[in-house]
C-alpha cells in the first residue's frame, strides 16, 4: 500500500535559519504530492503541490520539488519567520491505488516547527 | 469564495451516545471526504463521497457512516460512541478532474470529545 515518511520533529530554528523538513513516499501508481499546514487549533491549508517528476512547488517561501528517482518531496524554505510555527503534512494522493484519488489522501504524520525568534 | 465549513467545532458526548457532524463544501465541490486526526494514529482517511454516492471508505468500523446530499453537503455519523473515537474529525472538499489530481481543501474541523 502506499505510505509517507517524515520526520516528526519538534523541530526547532531561529528565525532567518533555512528549512527543511524532509519527506520520502511509497505508492503503487503515480501520485500527487502535497504540503499541508495546520496551525494551532485548525484545520489543514494546502501549503504547495506538484502533479509530476520534477515539478516544484512553490508558495509563501517554502518549496518543494517532485523527485521520483528518489520518491522524495522535501519541503524547504530559505529564512523562516515565527509566524511559520505550525504543524507541516506531508501527503499523496494516488489515482492509480489505495490510498488516493477517490481513496483519499495518505499522510505522513506531521513534523511540528517551531520557530524561536 | 467561502471555505469549506463544519458544524458543530466543539462536540462533547457520553460513550453509547450517537453524533452527527455537518460539512457544506466549497461551492461548486462536489467531492466531500472525511478524515480522523487523533495524536497516536494521526490523519486517517474515513469515506469519500461524489453525487451523493460513496466512493470509497477506509478501515473504520460500520458504526462510522456518513452520506451526502443533493446539494453536496455532506454528514458524517457514529454510533454507539468510544472514548477512542475522541479526535478532530476534518471534512474536505474538492473538484473533480476526470483522471486528475484531486486537490483537496479542509475546513477547520469538529473536535469531539467522548467522557
Known amino acids: 500500500g502506499n505510505s509517507v515518511t517524515q520526520m516528526e520533529g519538534p523541530v526547532t530554528l531561529s528565525e532567518e535559519a533555512f528549512l527543511t523538513i524532509n519527506c520520502t513516499y511509497t505508492?503503487?501508481?503515480?501520485?500527487?504530492l502535497f504540503w499541508y499546514v495546520q496551525y494551532p487549533g485548525e484545520g489543514l491549508q494546502l501549503l504547495l503541490k506538484?502533479?509530476?517528476?520534477?515539478d516544484k512547488g512553490s508558495n509563501k517561501g517554502f518549496e518543494a520539488t517532485y523527485r521520483k528517482e528518489t520518491t522524495s518531496f522535501h519541503l524547504e524554505k530559505g529564512s523562516v519567520q515565527v509566524s511559520d510555527s505550525a504543524v507541516y503534512f506531508c501527503?499523496?494522493?494516488?489515482?492509480?491505488?489505495?490510498?488516493?484519488?477517490?481513496?483519499?489522501?495518505?499522510f505522513g504524520k506531521g513534523t511540528h516547527l517551531i520557530i524561536q525568534p | 469564495k467561502a471555505g469549506v465549513t463544519q458544524t458543530p467545532r466543539y462536540l462533547i458526548k457520553t460513550r453509547g451516545q450517537q453524533v452527527t457532524l455537518s460539512c457544506s463544501p466549497i461551492?461548486?465541490?462536489?467531492?466531500v471526504s472525511w478524515y480522523q486526526q487523533t495524536p497516536g494514529q494521526g490523519l486517517q482517511f474515513l469515506f469519500e463521497?461524489?453525487?451523493?454516492?460513496?466512493?470509497n471508505k477506509g478501515n473504520f468500523p460500520g458504526r462510522f457512516s456518513g452520506r451526502q446530499f443533493s446539494n453536496s453537503r455532506s454528514e458524517m455519523n457514529v454510533s454507539t460512541l468510544e472514548l477512542g473515537d475522541s479526535a478532530l474529525y476534518l471534512c474536505?472538499?474538492?473538484?473533480?478532474?476526470?483522471?486528475?489530481?484531486?486537490?483537496?481543501?479542509f475546513g477547520p474541523g469538529t473536535r469531539l470529545l467522548v467522557l
Open positions: 505508492a503503487t501508481g503515480y501520485p500527487s
Open positions: 506538484a502533479t509530476k517528476a520534477d
Open positions: 463521497y461524489f453525487s451523493e454516492t460513496q466512493r
Open positions: 501527503a499523496l494522493s494516488d489515482p492509480g491505488g489505495s490510498g488516493g484519488g477517490a481513496d483519499g489522501l495518505t
Open positions: 474536505a472538499s474538492s473538484l473533480f478532474v476526470a483522471g486528475g489530481p484531486e486537490t483537496q481543501y
Open positions: 461551492s461548486g465541490h462536489r467531492s
